[in-house]
């Protein structure tokens, strides 16, 4: 045991600086707090919005097997995403310093998480043959997507 000083005051925690990823494993093993949300929707990829402030959104999203996004950007967010359960796969695409094209492919099961920050231009989707459900979180902008195609030589072009 150790005493605390009279004077001692106790600062709230800041969430902005507390590290996007570490947010979105908080929120995905927190399930009570989103269970309510979560749905499957055989046509497109579902996502909830489960919490928000003026620093960020948290975002729940699901994945039936074939779902996907297309390769896009999310603006001037900054954030993270974890899978909380299934697996999926994210195809990061960007321009060398040479101007080839680069594309790299991550394979995501329960418990990963993946940051990006503003113009990160990546598609993600559920290959598996399993669902799969997500937990997003964007900062400094609200939740957006710009899309993109991938040139072959250029590497990825704005719509």
């Known amino acids: 045991m150790f005493a605390v000083p009279d004077n001692t005051l106790v600062i709230p925690e ?3 600086l507390r590290h996007p990823v570490r947010v979105a494993l908080e929120f995905a093993a927190d399930r009570d707090r989103w ?3 979560l749905r499957y929707d055989p046509d497109e990829r579902f996502s ?9 959104e948290i975002w729940l999203m699901s ?4 779902q996907h996004t297309d390769l896009h950007d999310h603006e001037f967010a900054a954030g993270a995403f ?3 359960s299934g697996k999926l796969s994210e195809t990061v695409a960007r321009r060398a310093s040479d101007g080839r094209a680069v594309t790299e492919l991550h394979s995501l099961s329960e418990g990963q ?7 990160y231009i990546h598609e993600v989707r559920n290959d598996g043959p399993d669902p799969a ?10 939740r957006a997507m710009r899309p993109y195609h991938l040139d072959p ?3 990825p072009i704005r719509d």
């Open 63 to 66: 994945w039936l097997p074939g």
């Open 35 to 37: 269970r309510h949300l």
């Open 133 to 142: 459900v997500s937990v997003h979180v964007y900062r400094h902008q609200p």
């Open 14 to 16: 800041n969430p902005a």
């Open 82 to 84: 974890t899978v909380v």
């Open 48 to 56: 909830a919005l489960v919490d928000s402030d003026e620093l960020q």
């Open 113 to 119: 998480s993946r940051v990006f920050g503003p113009g």
């Open 153 to 155: 030589i250029t590497g």
